[in-house]
């Protein structure tokens, strides 16, 4: 198996962690909330031996890069900002930019940006969404209530000081609540309460998370917690208002899209008919794939599908 070996890199004043295994074609692979590159350790090793140069940093915030404390600094200009100057602090031209959960709308965001640099673009879980008419935090607020976790984690302190009472049952609550094995959830915060109180505890993990992985997850936010994380968050709005320029313009690189069919954002209003029409928005789709029975973490979940998906894709490139 491919070594994973990780190293410091300056990116826009972070000093950024990677993770890498591999040499070829640059794929960088962006980890969503509440992960980091460890949620990319079944692909890191698959896409080194197929001949690629894999790279999972840990995002703007999360866990060995930490970040800044302002909250306006976690902007997707930020975070595209980031992935763009990686690509260029590895030496490289061009990438292949993957990205779940969070890392979507910044893989996304990359390659409506910043065409010229990438190559594909795959969505993992969360798949691209043209720009609403108005800020989305009040039509969230509008359609889900104020307990809606989105809207909910727009509080200062309180949702970071839950999350991190306990930061290995956080990682053991979030990962099982929100996969295939779970009976599913509403992520809708009981008023006074925290997005833990909507995950149980599982009786026993399912198959694909062992005890050592949580460990490892809580080790890496031990030390820079939650904030940053929770930061992204905290600019939807004003995302809304820095990606006025961008509006309905096209996702133009070559893209993949893979989603659990029992992950909770396709169970969204309106997700499986902006799907059905998402080649008006990203013209060169090359295909759309569902995994039956998989939940939210897809690429931690369906190691086997995911890679297949993905090398099939950048193959064809």
Not at 32 to 54: D, I, K, M, V
Not at 148 to 172: G, L, S
Request: aromatic share 10%.
């Amino acid at each position: 198996m491919a070594e994973i070996t990780h190293r410091t890199i300056e990116v826009n004043g972070l000093n950024m962690h990677v993770a890498e295994a591999g040499s070829g074609p640059l794929v960088v692979l962006l980890h969503g909330f509440p992960e980091c590159w460890y949620s990319w350790r079944h692909q890191l090793t698959a896409l080194a031996e197929a001949g690629f140069h894999a790279v999972a940093p840990d995002q703007r915030g999360y866990a060995r890069t930490g970040g800044p404390q302002r909250v306006a600094e976690y902007s997707i200009l930020h975070l595209v900002g980031d992935v763009v100057a990686l690509i260029a602090a590895l030496g490289e031209e061009r990438a292949v930019v993957v990205g779940h959960d969070w890392g979507a709308p910044v893989a996304w965001h990359t390659a409506q940006f910043r065409p010229d640099l990438v190559r594909g673009v795959v969505g993992l879980s969360v798949h691209p969404r043209p720009r609403t008419s108005r800020p989305p935090v009040a039509v969230m607020r509008e359609q889900f209530g104020e307990g809606f976790y989105m809207v909910a984690f727009q509080e200062p302190k309180r949702p970071e000081a839950a999350f991190e009472r306990d930061v290995a049952d956080t990682f053991r609550r979030t990962l099982y609540a929100l996969s295939g094995d779970a009976p599913g959830m509403l992520p809708v915060v009981p008023e006074g309460g925290s997005f833990l109180d909507v995950c149980p505890a599982p009786e026993r993990l399912p198959g694909w998370l062992t005890e050592d992985d949580i460990a490892v997850y809580a080790a890496e936010f031990a030390a820079s917690g939650f904030t940053g994380p929770l930061n992204w968050y905290r600019n939807l709005d004003r995302n809304w208002e820095l990606t006025a320029a961008w509006h309905r313009a096209p996702i133009t690189p070559p893209a993949l899209y893979i989603a659990g069919e029992r992950d909770m954002v396709l169970a969204g209003p309106g997700v499986k008919e902006r799907l059905s029409r998402l080649r008006e928005f990203v013209p060169d789709l090359r295909d759309i794939v569902l995994l039956p029975g998989c939940g939210h973490w897809t690429q931690q979940e369906r190691p086997r599908e995911v890679n297949e998906a993905l090398l099939a894709f950048l193959r064809g490139l």
